[in-house]
């Protein structure tokens, strides 16, 4: 119940087109859902997070989309560039639980220009 | 502003041995969480530490251990190294409400 399931495990995109990477969980107390960017030899970075009480947050070229019923969501990378090939991970957190994040396996993600 | 900085940043260690590693948590923040990851994989919680003390702890054995000192800096302990516990280790620090900072990790290779 603690699992965060994340796919697909790689894409390839052209540059200009979408990225849409998916997770679903199944813990119902999860209330917080970040994505982290990672490249090699880095660490993962926070790219963008929702909480369940809204559908959809944008922030620049990136869109999470929120379903609570189905209990997904997905990143919409939109006008993808080389530039953002890394990997890329969702996680799930319950707030004011210490904040201990359950990451997907991760999607990685290349952009040929 | 440094951010979190985790030391060293490759490592070799033999089956069997004792391995240190070492994070020093972004300014202002007093809470720091390890994480390891192996290749392939996401990063999975190891535990977590506030005001000196193990806050919560992951799927993880006793030979994991870790310890954060008074200026919120924090060592993990791995004894009896095997071979599987080859992976990235990963620092974040953080206040205690969350807000993750991760460091670029420690690559341990036991051989």
């Known amino acids: 119940q603690q699992q965060v399931k994340q796919s697909p495990q790689s894409l390839i995109v052209q540059k200009g087109g979408i990225s849409i990477i998916n997770c679903a969980y199944e813990?119902?107390?999860?209330?917080?859902f970040p994505w982290y960017q990672q490249f090699p030899g880095k660490g993962p970075a926070l790219l963008i997070a929702?909480?369940?009480?809204?559908s959809e947050k944008k922030e620049g070229r990136f869109t999470i989309s929120f379903n609570k019923s189905a209990k997904q969501f997905s990143l919409h990378i939109m006008d993808s560039q080389p530039g953002d090939s890394a990997t890329y991970f969702c996680?799930?957190?319950?707030?004011?639980?210490?904040?201990?994040?359950?990451f997907g396996q991760g999607t990685t993600l290349q952009v040929k220009p | 502003d440094a951010g979190v900085t985790q030391s060293p940043t490759h490592l070799i260690k033999t089956r069997g041995q004792q391995v240190t590693l070492r994070c020093s948590p972004k300014?202002?923040?007093?809470?720091v969480s390890w994480y390891q990851q192996a290749l392939g994989q996401g990063p999975q919680f190891i535990f977590q530490?506030?005001?000196?003390?193990?806050?919560q702890r992951g799927n993880f054995p006793d030979r994991f251990s870790g310890h954060q000192f008074p200026n919120y800096s924090s060592e993990l302990n791995v004894n009896a190294l095997l071979l599987g516990d080859s992976a990235l280790y990963l620092c974040?620090?953080?206040?205690?409400?969350?807000?993750?900072?991760f460091g670029s990790g420690t690559r341990l290779t036991v051989v």
């Open positions: 300014s202002g923040h007093d809470t």
């Open positions: 929702i909480r369940p009480d809204v």
């Open positions: 996680a799930a957190s319950i707030v004011g639980n210490t904040g201990k994040l359950i």
């Open positions: 813990n119902t107390a999860f209330d917080y």
């Open positions: 530490y506030y005001e000196e003390e193990e806050r």
């Open positions: 974040a620090s953080s206040l205690p409400s969350g807000g993750y900072t």
